[in-house]
């Protein structure tokens, strides 16, 4: 288990390192002079050569990537060319939006699609089954965004009963805060949500199937215990991988779903440090997502020694 | 072997039992009216080629068939009647009254869940024991079955054990409760030769010491000289003959029991200790599509005659032991007149 | 009591044709194929199906609603719904083919490499796939849209440097299952070289998944194109695209719910019907699949 975990610790940390890499070249290989990004209005070679000198682009790359990462390691991500703030607060203030965001997506996506998956595997060949494919497929097939519109459309336009933009924190007004953060959940967990319940209701057939399954009837356990604790226990090692290979998705997701919300989370910081050029938010909001990103799959594979003894315990297959 | 198995009720009693699958446009009929008894402590050997409905007639005693399974006739355990009950009180049953061990000891238990939980479940829900007790219990039965160090291996997993443990843990499973009937399918074939004998040891013993009655579903007559006290030979789903096992052995009454049984006679074969698989016969096992009025077997059989292709043979007492209890039964028309000289 | 018994290709023809056959008995496939052959039609023969020009204004009948005129109405400067739909529909497949096929030509070899070479091979391509795969597809496409510029070809090829991880891990994975076939030791044994085996042997007979990786792709490539382009990263107005027409849809969404209507309805339709084939064609072609 400890070896396992260490394995792939050191697994994450080279990623990560090559994560850092790429993002700080990227933003190197950027077209425009940082300096005259950083410069703003004062644009005289002697600011430049200032700017150039106080912020050390006169020296290595490598010099540079190392400085960068020491002081990130440190909390510090710079400075923003656009507020003149430091980034690392930026993406304080943004952190809690998304976190909320992908929390009730998340949970949305768990509780509708594992309970989906189950009935569609459960109610195999009956009307319900076919319900559930449809919507999957379809919760596959339309885009976020435009889910999106067609809610506020619906939901706040036509049938006002939530809110379709801005962000109030949940201390301030639990209420209005959840009015304003059901669609945006809906939108961001309902493409998740179709792909969690297609891996459980697979997961759940090949289990149901299993003479593991048929030893549990034949002890007879009520319906209810041959599949939760029988059948689904096993599936949840599948759904639990897939799980964590969409949360990727998830991080993109919820840059559009911020968008279309005007939520000022972490997509929103994204997207407008592209389109001001922003470069020191860009790199830390990259990095920041990279890091997390990689953080969940770490987590993921913990979660499964967690469900799976064979794993846990390191034994044949 | 059992104490005098002749006068006692039976504990199980199986009549007329038929299951047809539906698939598409076709059924398939897999069982054709088999029936049996099993008395208390008694062992009932049930032998055929792979798909003769051996162990969809098991499945179907279980009541653990699929919902496009349809089955007719009557299953009557301890007076209670399982066949058409709902599936709620057959919970109740399974597990408690009647129990069922699998031929693949590999993948029956449960991967995620220890093994202690898996014995420790179904003591809990028969039984209302608590946590501890189940787990007290659950070591007991561990030792029962002869797994050593018990204490140790319920906080184990299946992975962290042989096959042939994983098949004693099933066992322990299976009596947890002091079944009457214990239905075993198969339970050597994927286990090494040096296995099997200590798992058929186990099952003895739980019979002798619990006095459980056991349907032991094999390929393998070796298992059934040894273990049986009455054999029930299966041939395309129907029943063809059943007897004690010293009689069928020595006399049988079914061509198809006799071409099983070739092998064996002939001498130098019967040394003990090899194993004696079922031998090939010549032909093919018709399709369960259609039920014929005829004999099954006739295609395939050498004595053959009009007759047997055009009336269905009943399943009757042979008449040398008719008078007494029809202990030996067979489905031919030519039973009575089949000597012993016939075999070769 | 049934034994699987795995059939020699030797009469590819002849399966093939079963798995056509196949797959047309599968309604919703068959379905999912003649609206993805309807898209196709509409991409290539755009400028002759679309009845104005696509960014042509009309400030006379903007945000019109749908009527014989303007069948699906106008957008807020008074353009065809309908004809930027269908410009709309030819971006979205230009980039679904192209990504696709941008990732197939990268992902596909490093695949092959990986999995037929293993060892350090296999070590450094899978170290590059997770990195890549540390990237969510957007902070990928964002990054590479501020380093290059925003642009249609810029969002292809983004969305297919997205989608070269899922190709490498299929291409590899096939490649390992494919490694130790009989027919592929035989051409070793022949003295093929290890493009004829890789290429010749192993590479056809991967081609299954990679198919229905493909018909994955393109819808997710379809997606993509309009999320870019909502964002204002990939298509520029005044270039037709349906997500160019989403985003500007989203400012007149009360009084002009059309414009949100039918350019979403237009994707929806695409990559239904894609995932409809790419399911068909998961049944009929990928072995795992066979057994539902």
């Known amino acids: 288990m400890t070896k396992y975990l260490l394995t792939r610790l050191r697994q994450s940390l080279i990623t990560l390192f090559l994560v850092s890499v790429v993002v700080f070249a990227g933003i190197r290989a950027l077209p425009g002079d940082p300096a005259l990004a950083m410069a703003g209005e004062e644009r005289s070679p002697a600011a430049l050569a200032a700017i150039r000198q106080s912020y050390g682009l006169n020296d290595n790359i490598v010099v540079q990537y190392g400085r960068y990462i020491g002081h990130a390691l440190t909390g510090d991500l710079g400075t923003s060319s656009r507020t003149g703030l430091p980034v690392a607060d930026a993406i304080a203030a943004a952190l809690p939006v998304t976190l909320e965001l992908s929390a009730l997506a998340l949970l949305l996506a768990v509780v509708v699609g594992i309970g989906a998956g189950i009935v569609a595997a459960v109610r195999r060949g009956k009307p319900a089954e076919w319900f559930a494919n449809a919507i999957a497929l379809l919760g596959l097939s339309i885009p976020t965004f435009w889910l999106g519109m067609v809610l506020v459309l619906a939901f706040a336009i036509a049938l006002p009963v939530f809110a379709a933009s801005g962000y109030v924190p949940f201390g301030t007004d639990p209420l209005d805060n959840l009015r304003r953060m059901v669609l945006p959940a809906i939108v961001l967990g309902s493409g998740l949500a179709a792909v969690v319940m297609r891996q459980t209701r697979a997961a759940m057939l090949d289990s149901l199937s299993a003479d593991y399954v048929r030893t549990a009837r034949a002890k007879g356990l009520r319906r209810r215990e041959v599949i939760g604790a029988h059948a689904l226990r096993n599936s949840l090692v599948t759904v639990v991988t897939v799980l964590g290979l969409q949360l990727g998705h998830l991080i993109s997701g919820a840059v559009v779903t911020e968008q279309i919300f005007v939520l000022p989370g972490f997509g929103k910081l994204t997207i407008d440090a592209v389109f001001t050029r922003d470069y020191a938010t860009l790199q830390g909001v990259v990095l920041c997502t990279s890091a997390a990103y990689i953080l969940i799959n770490l987590l993921v594979d913990v979660l499964y020694s967690v469900i799976d003894p064979r794993i846990r315990l390191g034994g044949a297959k | 072997m059992s104490p005098d198995p002749v006068r006692e009720e039976p504990v199980l009693s199986v009549r007329d039992l038929s299951v047809s699958f539906r698939s598409g446009e076709r059924t398939v009929h897999a069982v054709d009216h088999v029936s049996y008894d099993l008395k208390r402590g008694e062992v009932l050997a049930v032998v055929g080629e792979s798909g003769c409905g051996k162990s969809v007639t098991s499945m179907a005693v279980m009541g653990l068939l699929p919902p496009t399974a349809t089955i007719t006739g009557s299953v009557r355990l301890g007076g209670r009647e399982l066949a058409g009950a709902p599936d709620k009180e057959l919970q109740k049953v399974r597990g408690n009254d009647i129990a069922m061990i699998f031929q693949e000891p590999m993948t029956s238990l449960n991967p995620v869940l220890t093994i202690g939980r898996q014995i420790g479940e179904v003591l809990r829900r028969h039984q209302g024991l608590n946590r501890k007790q189940a787990r007290e219990k659950s070591v007991e039965l561990l030792t029962l079955v002869g797994i050593p160090a018990p204490r140790q291996r319920i906080e184990e997993y299946p992975h962290q054990l042989s096959g042939g443990m994983r098949q004693r843990v099933m066992i322990a499973i299976a009596v947890a409760c002091d079944p009457a009937v214990l239905i075993a399918d198969e339970p050597t074939t994927a286990l090494d030769v040096t296995v099997q004998a200590g798992i058929l040891e186990v099952l003895q013993s739980l019979r002798e010491r619990l006095g459980t009655a056991i349907v032991l579903i094999t390929h393998d007559l070796g298992v059934v000289a040894d273990s049986a006290d009455r054999v029930l030979v299966m041939y395309a789903g129907r029943a063809v003959e059943q007897a004690p096992v010293d009689e069928l052995f020595a006399a049988p009454r079914h061509p198809y029991t006799r071409g099983l049984l070739g092998a064996v006679l002939k001498p130098g074969a019967h040394a003990g200790g090899t194993k004696r698989r079922l031998p090939e016969i010549p032909g093919l096992v018709p399709s369960l599509t259609e039920q014929p009025d005829a004999c099954t077997f006739a295609p395939r059989c050498t004595l053959a005659d009009e007759q047997c292709t055009t009336r269905r043979p009943g399943f009757r007492a042979v008449e040398l032991t008719a008078g007494a209890d029809a202990r030996h039964k067979a489905a031919c028309w030519h039973a009575n007149t089949m000597t012993k000289e016939v075999v070769r | ?292």
């Not at chain 3, 069948?71 to 497949?93: E, H, K, N, P």
């Not at chain 3, 929806?268 to 990928?286: I, K, P, Q, S, Y």
Request: charged share 10%.
């Open chain 3, 1 to 292: 009591m049934t034994t699987a018994v795995r059939v020699p290709r030797t009469s590819r023809m002849s399966v093939g044709g079963a798995k056509l056959r196949a797959l047309r008995r599968n309604r919703l496939a068959l379905t999912g194929g003649v609206i993805a052959a309807v898209f196709v039609i509409v991409a290539l023969c755009a400028p002759l199906i679309a009845p104005y020009d696509p960014a042509q204004p009309d400030f006379n009948n903007a945000l019109a609603g749908p009527g014989w005129a303007h069948w699906l109405g106008t957008d807020d400067l008074g353009r065809d719904q309908l004809s930027r739909v269908v410009f709309g529909a030819r971006a979205s497949m230009q980039v679904g083919v192209l990504a696709v096929l941008l990732a197939f030509l990268v992902g596909v070899p490093l695949g092959l490499a990986a999995g037929y070479y293993g060892k350090l091979t296999d070590g450094a391509v899978s170290r590059l796939t997770d990195t890549m795969l540390a990237f969510p597809f957007l902070v990928l496409a964002v990054g590479l849209a501020a380093i290059l510029g925003p642009s249609l070809t810029n969002a292809t090829i983004a969305i297919g440097i997205s989608q070269i991880p899922a190709v490498i891990r299929i291409t590899r994975a096939e490649t390992l299952r494919l490694k130790h076939a009989d027919y592929v030791a035989a051409a070793v044994a022949n003295g093929g070289g290890d493009g004829t085996v890789l290429f010749g042997h192993i590479l056809p007979n991967a081609t299954s998944a990679l198919i229905v990786q493909a018909t994955v792709g393109v819808p997710a490539a379809i997606i993509g194109e309009a999320l870019l382009s909502f964002l204002g990263l990939g298509v520029q107005p005044p270039d037709a695209s349906l997500g160019v027409m989403l985003a500007s849809a989203q400012s007149f969404l009360a009084p002009a719910p059309w414009m949100a209507v039918f350019p979403g309805l237009a994707i929806v339709a695409a990559t239904l019907a894609f995932n409809l084939l790419g399911d068909g064609l998961r049944d009929v072609l990928d072995p795992r699949g066979a057994t539902r």
